[in-house]
């Protein structure tokens, strides 16, 4: 995880009030994000309670109410302290396809590391989240200046989404996940496809995701109308 | 959006032969992984405990047990009751990439409908769940009978399911989820490129899966080596 911005924390007027004084107080917005995100990834996210975030954080709820207002707003907190770890820096200057690339990888690892946020903030809006919106700003541009049509722009950016959402859900998958156990004479087609990707040595997750994003990479500028 | 297959229920002759008893009663483990299947939908995942699964059956937590051993059993059961919604009929008839076509479309569907679902069932291991190897295995078949590398059959379906998983979220987003709101002048590249997709009239979540499944269909059977 990044490391704490304390710069964020004294530009806050609350948090230079009570400075100097013992844990829980310098609350301050990032702060919020870190403690709910640790929460999630500790516990699960049906343990993010406006309560459970303030007792996390060592406050009151009111103190905690002082600085958000409702659990949307610390999910948009969560969803811009995820997104900027994510790598966008490649569509300001490389080929749109090394671009895409290297924010697959990178957006894809995030959640790998935040699993438990993946069908969060698949469904989360975004205008509440500035960070966020600059990631598809940078990304958008991208596709703008290597010459995509335009109303396809928004469909490619959520089917790669889509894909990096799954791939980040299946890089936490058990490695033996498609085990057939028992039933293997049941399945010999299966099994067979198991064995032989298993042969190649690949990580099975690493494997499938680079597999799928060459092939959407190679598919997608074909354009629209194909749907 | 696909038909429910209601089919499935009324052929369960564990499910006739109660009809009209008190509830409680004739537990089975079909009856048990639906029962789990409406406390996900109604409360999410982490509602699904052992004991509340017993209590929404009406049974004692015993009696459950005497069914299933865990809730991992459980898990493997829904699995199984969910999978065997998805249409892979295409497989074993259609040309493959219309095999395909059908079997995600139909997948995308069913777990649309069991959104909760999708990060439990994208890292379950398949080897306790007969009726999902079996969907495995109709679908490698298919992939096998095309001529596809073996060693690439299992990254193929792996790269379709986290498309598919990823946009089974995606259809379940709210469809203003990409609404600039205030911000829209400082992110000029993809609030044109939300409102260019917008004046096509097509759903947003519809329009990327298509785009996204046929770029896959596309770009997939370049075949190995790519990664």
């Known amino acids: 995880?990044?490391?704490?911005?304390?710069?964020?924390?004294?530009?806050?007027?609350?948090?230079?009030?009570?400075?100097?004084?013992?844990?829980?107080?310098?609350?301050?917005?990032?702060?919020?994000?870190?403690?709910?995100?640790?929460?999630?990834?500790?516990?699960?996210?049906?343990?993010?309670?406006?309560?459970?975030?303030?007792?996390?954080?060592?406050?009151?709820?009111?103190?905690?109410?002082n600085h958000v207002e409702s659990k949307q707003e610390v999910l948009q907190l969560v969803q811009d302290q995820v997104m900027d770890e994510v790598d966008c820096s490649g569509f300001a200057t490389l080929p749109l396809q090394d671009a895409i690339r290297r924010w697959a990888a990178s957006y894809r690892d995030v959640f790998a590391r935040h699993a438990p946020l993946v069908p969060v903030i698949a469904v989360l809006q975004v205008s509440g989240s500035p960070r966020t919106l600059r990631m598809y700003e940078e990304v958008a541009a991208g596709f703008a200046r290597a010459g995509w049509e335009t109303s396809r722009i928004i469909?490619?950016?959520?089917?790669?989404?889509?894909?990096?959402?799954?791939?980040?859900?299946?890089?936490?998958?058990?490695?033996?996940?498609?085990?057939?156990?028992?039933?293997?004479?049941?399945?010999?087609?299966?099994?067979?496809?198991?064995?032989?990707?298993?042969?190649?040595?690949?990580?099975?997750?690493?494997d499938a995701f680079g597999y799928g994003l060459e092939a959407l990479l190679r598919g997608l500028p074909a354009g629209p109308g194909s749907a």
């Open 155 to 206: 469909p490619a950016i959520v089917a790669l989404e889509s894909f990096i959402f799954g791939s980040a859900l299946d890089a936490v998958a058990p490695q033996d996940i498609f085990d057939v156990g028992p039933l293997a004479d049941e399945v010999p087609a299966f099994s067979t496809a198991v064995d032989s990707q298993r042969a190649t040595g690949k990580d099975p997750a690493q």
């Open 1 to 65: 995880m990044g490391t704490t911005t304390g710069a964020a924390s004294t530009a806050d007027p609350a948090a230079r009030r009570k400075a100097g004084r013992p844990r829980g107080e310098l609350l301050n917005r990032p702060k919020i994000a870190r403690a709910a995100l640790r929460l999630v990834g500790d516990r699960g996210y049906d343990a993010l309670t406006m309560s459970a975030l303030a007792k996390a954080l060592g406050v009151s709820a009111s103190a905690l109410y």
